[in-house]
């Protein structure tokens, strides 16, 4: 680990000891650096919990963080809103993992990767930033301090998710009894299962595996939300299942 990647794993990691945001200390020069610090983040909180996975659209690129230990919390989730320098919503399709693959450098293909798969579920991301300034910063920074995640919520269990018309569903987002989000589709990847083959590929040949026990959540149906401490939120998937959180 060179020096430059030291010395930003441990803000990232006294920012999350002390409450206090740190600046970006430089500019990242490429994807190698950002996951360099993910990894040694991870490294010194314990065993990965998951990983959370998104896509602008159904062809870009997929952007990957680990969601790290202590990241998943049953539904109704309860956080300090009080002690988060923001509180950002965001009503997902999550996936958990029931099978290890073991980190390797051949390619798993679609059929493999999906046989590693147990249930989804309505998740709710929560996602709250160890970086000052964060709507200045490098979109690359806000990547390597795990793409703010905060936490994710894991709601009900989604039956028979293979045959779903993901397009269609529909998705709600009611904060303290008001509807923010009513709506039909919202993921920018349209098929969450395209970003979760890549992320459990991504996870094997580059990031030590995937384990039974994880979770992968594939990005916001419902775009990032900033609510106040005292906030309820709840998350719906109509006729699938929901998932709360206060704050």
Same mark, same amino acid.
């Given at each position: 680990?060179?020096?430059?990647?030291?010395n930003?794993?441990?803000a990232?990691?006294?920012?999350?000891r002390s409450?206090? /945001?740190?600046?970006?200390?430089?500019?990242?020069k490429?994807?190698?650096a950002?996951?360099?610090? /993910?990894?040694?983040?991870?490294?010194?909180t314990?065993?990965?919990?998951?990983?959370?996975v998104?896509?602008?659209?159904?062809?870009?690129e997929?952007?990957?963080?680990?969601l790290?230990?202590?990241?998943?919390?049953?539904?109704?989730g309860r956080?300090?809103?009080?002690?988060?320098?923001?509180?950002?919503?965001?009503v997902?399709?999550?996936?958990?993992i029931?099978?290890?693959i073991?980190?390797?450098?051949?390619?798993?293909g679609?059929?493999?990767?999906?046989?590693?798969?147990?249930?989804a579920?309505?998740?709710?991301?929560?996602?709250?930033?160890?970086?000052a300034?964060?709507k200045s910063?490098d979109?690359?920074?806000?990547?390597?301090?795990?793409q703010m995640n905060h936490?994710?919520v894991?709601?009900?269990?989604i039956?028979g998710w293979?045959?779903?018309?993901?397009?269609?569903?529909?998705?709600?987002l009611?904060?303290?009894g008001?509807?923010?989000?009513?709506?039909?589709?919202?993921?920018?990847?349209?098929d969450?299962?395209r970003?979760?083959?890549?992320?459990?590929d991504h996870?094997?040949r580059?990031r030590?595996?995937i384990?039974?026990?994880?979770?992968?959540t594939?990005?916001?149906?419902?775009?990032l939300?900033?609510?106040?401490?005292?906030?309820?939120?709840?998350?719906?998937?109509?006729?699938?299942?929901?998932?709360?959180?206060?704050?």
């Amino acid at each position: 680990m060179s020096p430059d990647i030291s010395n930003a794993v441990q803000a990232l990691l006294e920012a999350r000891r002390s409450g206090r /945001q740190v600046p970006p200390p430089f500019a990242l020069k490429d994807r190698a650096a950002v996951f360099a610090i /993910q990894d040694g983040v991870a490294a010194a909180t314990g065993p990965v919990a998951g990983w959370k996975v998104g896509a602008r659209t159904p062809t870009a690129e997929p952007n990957p963080a680990p969601l790290l230990a202590g990241a998943l919390v049953p539904s109704p989730g309860r956080f300090d809103g009080k002690a988060m320098h923001m509180i950002g919503v965001e009503v997902e399709i999550s996936f958990h993992i029931v099978r290890d693959i073991a980190a390797r450098t051949a390619p798993v293909g679609r059929d493999e990767a999906l046989a590693a798969v147990g249930d989804a579920f309505v998740g709710m991301e929560i996602v709250d930033t160890r970086l000052a300034d964060f709507k200045s910063a490098d979109p690359e920074w806000l990547l390597a301090d795990n793409q703010m995640n905060h936490a994710l919520v894991i709601g009900n269990s989604i039956n028979g998710w293979k045959s779903l018309d993901w397009p269609k569903l529909q998705v709600n987002l009611v904060v303290d009894g008001k509807t923010i989000v009513d709506q039909q589709g919202g993921l920018g990847a349209v098929d969450p299962v395209r970003p979760l083959v890549w992320m459990i590929d991504h996870a094997v040949r580059h990031r030590g595996g995937i384990h039974a026990g994880q979770a992968i959540t594939t990005g916001s149906w419902t775009g990032l939300r900033y609510f106040p401490p005292g906030s309820h939120a709840r998350g719906e998937f109509v006729g699938l299942g929901e998932v709360e959180a206060s704050f």
